[in-house]
């Protein structure tokens, strides 16, 4: 009998210590944003209680949801906590079946502080999978559904972060002093997932680029030469197979998530104050691909995951500024928060938004400081001026007429 109870209690701890994610991975002391929620995902553990005893950090909630494969942890870091390894004790009736690490690092000196782009750089624009091959070990790698496959212009060319550090003295001598390339995290999806924007996995560096090191090794390459790095964010949607999709954790997670109805596209409606309600919803909601979920950012948890994940990526990596994909299709109130809460961190950080219209009202919305008739206030402090690129195109390209502009 004895035997039989110690087995039945190592497969009880072997199940319950099959915790497969908790986001993020680390934090940092000294932040601006000290209390941060954790999504922990693993089979059915939401039966579990956690707790830590690490001075200076504490827990301030624990949050479950319909789905018990999910714990939402909120703890805080006060100011007298230290670098070191929190471990977060996982109990189930009273009894511990897993601890996890939970690393607490130092920031780097003046991270807050930190230099970003501004109107003097020239930013180079760089696609990875179409730049350049520096490793083609990486090309196709097991577990991930498409290969590398030049003859299709859809496809992925095996392009890499090697082949962009291998061509840094190159940039440097054309004059570019900042580097933005296209979103470079994972997005296993089954085609045309060369561009980026269909992400399957926020914190990691997609394997056929690289790793999350290579890339902080980029940055680090690129600083010798003064060059910084610019990161792709997409906080509007994300891919199909990423494992929250998969597995939602709640029945909110996802606009239109049972329908999946497209995004109708139309900017206009978030500043007509005539626009119905149905086309608002549709706009900011809708999908933005088939493949493409639209991500809630009214559930609190999506919105703390999008903002920690931002904010992650930029402490970790040491970037230098962000362009944000699709700005206006997210949640207005939570762009507000989002902007504010990265320029509370960072207050020399540039952010430029892509509001892909040529129309100067529609883009001008969201500027910082800008006084809008409904009250809306946002703090991006830039955006992509495609008015300025359409008529510096008509410009070099039209005859001048009485109807010319």
């Not at 949801?65 to 942890?73: G, H």
């Not at 997005?187 to 290579?214: C, L, Q, V, W």
Request: with cysteine.
């Amino acid at each position: 009998m004895k035997k039989i109870a110690f087995l039945l209690t190592l497969l009880s701890f072997s199940t319950y210590s099959q915790i497969k994610r908790i986001e993020p991975s680390n934090w940092w002391i000294g932040m601006n944003l000290n209390e941060i929620t954790l999504l922990v995902y693993g089979d059915a553990i939401n039966s579990l209680k956690p707790s830590l005893k690490y001075k200076g950090v504490s827990i301030t909630k624990v949050d479950k949801v319909e789905n018990p494969n999910y714990l939402f942890i909120t703890i805080n870091i006060s100011a007298v906590a230290e670098p070191g390894k929190v471990k977060i004790d996982f109990h189930k009736n009273n009894k511990l079946v897993t601890t996890k690490e939970f690393p607490l690092l130092e920031r780097e000196k003046e991270s807050a502080n930190r230099a970003s782009f501004t109107q003097k750089d020239a930013i180079l624009l760089i696609v990875p999978d179409r730049f350049a091959n520096g490793n083609s070990k990486n090309d196709d790698i097991v577990g991930y559904y498409e290969k590398a496959n030049r003859n299709d212009e859809s496809g992925r060319h095996g392009g890499d972060i090697e082949g962009i550090i291998n061509r840094l003295d190159y940039i440097q001598s054309l004059g570019y002093t900042q580097i933005w390339n296209t979103p470079l995290v994972e997005n296993n999806m089954p085609k045309y997932s060369y561009h980026g924007y269909a992400a399957t996995d926020f914190y990691k560096i997609d394997s056929r680029f690289g790793t999350n090191e290579d890339f902080k090794k980029l940055v680090i390459e690129a600083k010798k030469r003064d060059i910084g790095i610019i990161w792709d964010v997409v906080l509007n949607h994300c891919g199909l197979e990423y494992y929250f999709v998969k597995d939602l954790p709640t029945k909110d997670w996802l606009n239109f998530q049972e329908i999946k109805t497209k995004t109708n596209h139309i900017k206009s409606t978030q500043l007509d104050q005539y626009a119905m309600q149905i086309d608002k919803d549709k706009y900011t909601d809708g999908w933005f691909d088939d493949s493409m979920p639209d991500l809630n950012q009214r559930n609190p948890f999506v919105a703390s995951f999008l903002i920690q994940n931002s904010i992650w990526w930029i402490e970790y990596a040491g970037l230098s500024g962000i362009r944000e994909d699709t700005f206006s299709y997210s949640d207005k109130d939570f762009l507000a928060k989002w902007t504010k809460t990265i320029l509370e961190e960072y207050p020399n950080f540039n952010i430029v938004g892509e509001e892909m219209t040529t129309e100067t009202e529609l883009a001008a919305y969201w500027q910082k400081d800008k006084v809008n008739a409904d009250g809306y206030k946002c703090f991006l402090p830039t955006l992509m001026d495609f008015s300025l690129t359409e008529n510096l195109i008509k410009s070099l390209t039209t005859n001048s007429n009485w109807w010319s502009t």
